[in-house]
């Protein structure tokens, strides 16, 4: 088996089905950034974790607000109308 690296499409929508404009949404291991960028489309606000140095830097490039690298070690400041992710999984 492999992992898949991105999230599907289909997927995405499902999670992201009940969230707007006027919802705050952290996304704690956000990868190559396929949710935040359908939640920016959406016009929600996005904030973001990925260990990554290097994916991190790409969301970063897509005007995505990237709070740091770990999220286990985050004290949140704000509320968060969701928390979306999606772990790796297998196929």
């Not at 690296?5 to 499902?14: F, G, L, S, Y």
């Amino acid at each position: 088996m492999r992992y898949q690296r991105i999230t599907p499409e289909n997927i995405i929508k499902k999670l992201c089905l009940n969230i707007g404009s006027n919802h705050r949404v952290l996304e704690p291991s956000a990868g190559e950034g396929a949710i935040c960028k359908h939640l920016l489309l959406k016009k929600a606000e996005v904030h973001a974790f990925e260990l990554n140095s290097e994916k991190r830097n790409k969301l970063k490039k897509e005007n995505i607000t990237v709070l740091g690298a770990d999220f286990l070690s985050y004290t949140p400041t704000e509320n968060y109308d969701r928390v979306v992710m999606c772990p790796p999984f297998k196929y």
